[in-house]
C-alpha cells in the first residue's frame, strides 16, 4: 500500500514539474506582409527573442454565427 502511494506521488511530482507555464498576452495585429506578422502587445516584457508563441484568432461572437 506505502510502496503505491509513494510511486502515485512521484509520478505527480515528475509530472508537475515538467509543465511548461505559458504567458498569456494580448496582443492585436499591425501589420501582415506574407509570412511576417507585427503585433503591438499588453505585457510584452513577458515575451523575449526567440520564444515559441502560439497565437490564436479571437472569437468573433455574434457575428460568427450564420444562418438561414
Given at each position: 500500500?506505502?510502496?503505491?502511494?509513494v510511486?502515485?506521488?512521484?509520478?505527480l511530482?515528475?509530472?508537475?514539474?515538467?509543465?511548461a507555464?505559458?504567458a498569456?498576452?494580448k496582443?492585436?495585429?499591425?501589420?501582415?506582409?506574407?509570412?511576417?506578422?507585427?503585433?503591438?502587445?499588453?505585457?510584452a516584457?513577458?515575451?523575449?527573442?526567440?520564444d515559441?508563441v502560439?497565437?490564436?484568432?479571437?472569437?468573433?461572437?455574434?457575428?460568427?454565427?450564420?444562418?438561414?
Amino acid at each position: 500500500m506505502k510502496k503505491g502511494i509513494v510511486s502515485i506521488v512521484l509520478a505527480l511530482t515528475f509530472a508537475i514539474s515538467t509543465v511548461a507555464i505559458a504567458a498569456t498576452v494580448k496582443c492585436t495585429v499591425d501589420t501582415v506582409a506574407g509570412d511576417k506578422v507585427t503585433m503591438t502587445c499588453k505585457k510584452a516584457d513577458k515575451l523575449k527573442a526567440g520564444d515559441a508563441v502560439k497565437v490564436k484568432k479571437a472569437k468573433g461572437g455574434a457575428a460568427a454565427i450564420e444562418g438561414c
